[in-house]
């Protein structure tokens, strides 16, 4: 069987379906996954385990047998306990095909074949009674269904199924219920996420001032949820207004539902300020006491106990549809309103018609109306808002444009245009070359700039004279970005685009950015290493099985390709000097042959190698460059500071050095190639 996977080609710029084999979706999703991270995430494997055996003993004090339903098993983990536990049999539910297979041996390696029995079906497919999938109904329910956000993964539906149809009344329920926590705060740089804040331009006849169209401003944005290593945030970068508040719980014990609903609360601000974000994180009670809880709560909540790191629950940020200025003391009232997966925020001011004001809240989930949040996404807004970056790109604007520059910018969503229009003499004319406009019609008008910057709604490829009134271009600019991009050298589809639209540009044509450079460095990880690293056994279970079908999956593809993660949320020391391994000259063509390079980097400090970082540097002049990687290094501990706005590239190596500083200290040697055809990367590293 074939199956279609849509993947940007960074040599067009757009999406393509490209036939694979049945494996590969599966493989792509085994090596991604975060199975790894959920069994080397210590805190809750434990706390699952006691919240499992104090499950079986209740039951067990009953007289009644011990009848576990577990439901997406994944490695069977959670059955294995139970059985270890005394459990008298379990029913292990997976619903994707190569984990249940996996459960199946993982079951069996450890000897628990005769007291699980794994069934491959989704929960709501799975029948009971004498000769269907279950005998009977279970009086212990286990999972672990949860995503940052508790529903996000369809736990509400799957419980409420689960109670109607495979449970026994009164059930024990691990864990035994779930709250979602909130805290009001302020913070510039969150809001940044989701608002354009109006743009300064110094330009030779005064101030100009760029505003977002007012669509966007009263746009509600995004309904799906922003989740976060909110421990990453330094507690400089927001304000606190709130003390932190019960949301809502959900007792799995009970009959669940997951129709629509909303929760309000009350709220009394400790600091006035403006309201502008929700952060949000949940806990998990495993027994009915509270005694075993596993919290996902930041940093500055619980300072005293030792914080677990996982990837696989963080902490979420919503956003209010309405910035809203608060008083300290004064009564607010939160209304978190939820469909069956996924949950948003408003804030009211407390009024004496309250019963009415109650029936009021419950509004619908935010949807996008102004567009720009379909095609800029989180960090997207950040990055523009990012004022130090946009200065960068005026100072090279301001040197490369003449009074009488044709200009043509190629990126996605970019304001640049307006820049260099607002930076150039009023009779210069811009062309934008847009195939994902989309918006910035909108933005033009609100700017009142129609008729002074030129859309165009074509491909670089199709560009004819006619769309450029017969001129040739003087100025090419990007910034370059496309939302397309995936890997940071996907941004070089600029370069592809600059070699199409080359018989419409001037003989002196300025191009900027000049260049783009490809920088790496080695680093050892504080955390992230854990995800694509080997767990061996687990809470004394062997899951060597999982491991080697991670491995598989990692290998799959001859050469093992690099990863995007945002490392601001990831924190990483350098053990090399950052090193400039490719440069790509904007100012020619893409070459015809592939672009490689081999050669070495030095381990200066003790530490292990986990991997590679790279990341694109761009030379928007001879003097001006932007990073979208490493914005700086200390150099005494090797500690990073990385672009907050851009995703860098990760690839680990499959075995990890750990190096002593030594007099001839130990090198890396590399091997990278950019493949102009394809448009990607390849890489090798030999420790
Ligand atoms: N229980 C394991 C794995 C948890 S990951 C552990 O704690 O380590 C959640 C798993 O549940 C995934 O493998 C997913 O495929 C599966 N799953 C989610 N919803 C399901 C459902 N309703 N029925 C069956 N499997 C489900």
């Not at 979602?180 to 743009?199: A, D, G, H, I, N």
Request: aromatic share 10%; hydrophobic share 35%; charged share 25%.
């Amino acid at each position: 069987m074939k199956t279609f996977c849509g993947r940007a080609n960074p040599t067009t710029g757009s999406m393509e379906w490209l036939e694979e084999g049945e494996d590969y979706d599966y493989h792509q999703e085994i090596a991604r996954s975060r199975y790894a991270d959920m069994l080397h995430d210590k805190d809750r494997n434990v706390k699952y385990y006691q919240g499992i055996r104090a499950a079986v003993s209740r039951v067990k004090e009953r007289g009644e047998k011990a009848i576990v339903l577990d439901i997406g098993t994944g490695t069977g983990l959670l059955s294995m306990m139970a059985a270890s536990a005394g459990a008298d049999f379990c029913y292990a539910i997976e619903v994707f095909k190569p984990m249940a297979n996996a459960a199946v041996k993982i079951v069996e390696k450890n000897g628990f074949s005769d007291r699980i029995k794994v069934i491959n079906k989704h929960s709501t497919e799975v029948t009971v009674g004498p000769d269907e999938d279950m005998q009977c109904r279970a009086n212990i329910l286990v999972t672990e269904l949860f995503d940052t956000e508790l529903i996000g993964e369809g736990a509400l539906p799957t419980y409420e199924h689960a109670h109607k149809h495979l449970v026994q009344e009164g059930c024990e329920a691990v864990p035994h219920r779930a709250t979602v926590y909130v805290q009001l705060v302020e913070s510039r740089r969150m809001w940044s996420w989701k608002k354009l804040f109006p743009v300064h331009v110094e330009a030779e006849d005064g101030e100009k001032i760029l505003v977002p169209p007012s669509e966007m401003e009263n746009c509600p944005g995004l309904p799906s949820v922003c989740d976060i290593q909110l421990n990453q945030m330094p507690s400089s970068d927001f304000s606190i207004l709130s003390d932190v508040v019960k949301m809502f719980s959900v007792d799995f014990s009970k009959p669940v539902q997951s129709a629509s609903t909303c929760y309000r609360v009350q709220l009394e601000p400790v600091k006035s300020g403006k309201a502008q974000i929700v952060l949000s994180w949940w806990d998990i009670d495993m027994d009915p006491s509270g005694m075993i809880n596993c919290s996902m709560a930041p940093y500055w909540v619980k300072p005293t106990s030792a914080l677990q790191w996982r990837d696989h629950w963080m902490q979420c940020v919503y956003f209010l549809p309405r910035e809203e200025p608060v008083l300290q003391g004064e009564k607010l009232y939160l209304t978190a309103c939820r469909d069956e997966y996924s949950v948003w925020y408003n804030l009211q001011k407390a009024r004496a018609d309250e019963e009415e004001h109650k029936a009021d809240v419950c509004v619908e989930s935010p949807v996008c109306r102004c567009r720009a949040h379909l095609l800029w996404n989180r960090p997207r807004f950040g990055q523009l808002n990012d004022q130090n970056r946009t200065q960068q790109y005026i100072q090279s604007l301001r040197r490369v444009l003449k009074t009488d520059s044709v200009c043509l910018c190629i990126s996605d969503g970019s304001l640049l245009p307006v820049l260099a229009h607002y930076l150039g003499a009023k009779q210069v004319q811009y062309f934008v070359l847009f195939f994902r406009s989309l918006h910035f019609s909108l933005f033009l008008k609100a700017n009142h700039l129609e008729d002074k910057i030129k859309i165009i709604e074509a491909r670089p490829e199709l560009l004819k004279p006619s769309h450029l009134e017969d001129k040739k271009i003087s100025v090419l600019v990007g910034e370059p970005f496309f939302t397309t991009s995936l890997l940071p050298w996907h941004n070089l589809y600029f370069w592809y685009a600059r070699t199409a639209v080359s018989t419409h540009l001037a003989n002196n044509v300025t191009v900027l950015p000049q260049s783009a450079s490809l920088h790496m460095m080695i680093v050892e990880f504080q955390d992230l290493w854990r995800i694509r690293s080997p767990c061996g056994t687990c809470e004394g279970f062997d899951v060597r099985t999982m491991d080697e079908m991670i491995k598989d999956s990692l290998n799959f593809r001859e050469s093992k390709e690099a990863e995007p993660h945002p490392l601001w949320e990831y924190p990483c020391k350098s053990l090399s000097e950052p090193q400039e391994v490719l440069t790509f000259d904007f100012t020619k063509t893409v070459p015809q042959h592939c672009l490689s390079t081999e050669g070495s980097v030095k381990l200066l400090r003790k530490g292990k190698s986990h991997g590679a970082v790279l990341w694109m540097e761009y030379h928007l002049t001879a003097d001006i460059s932007v990073s979208t990687g490493l914005m700086q290094l200390s150099n005494e501990k090797g500690k990073c500071e990385w672009n907050p706005h851009c995703k860098q590239a990760v690839y680990f190596f499959s075995s990890v050095i750990e190096s002593e500083i030594l007099s001839d200290p130990t090198a890396v040697t590399y091997d990278i190639k950019f493949d102009t055809k394809t448009g990607e990367i390849a890489m090798d590293f030999k420790l």
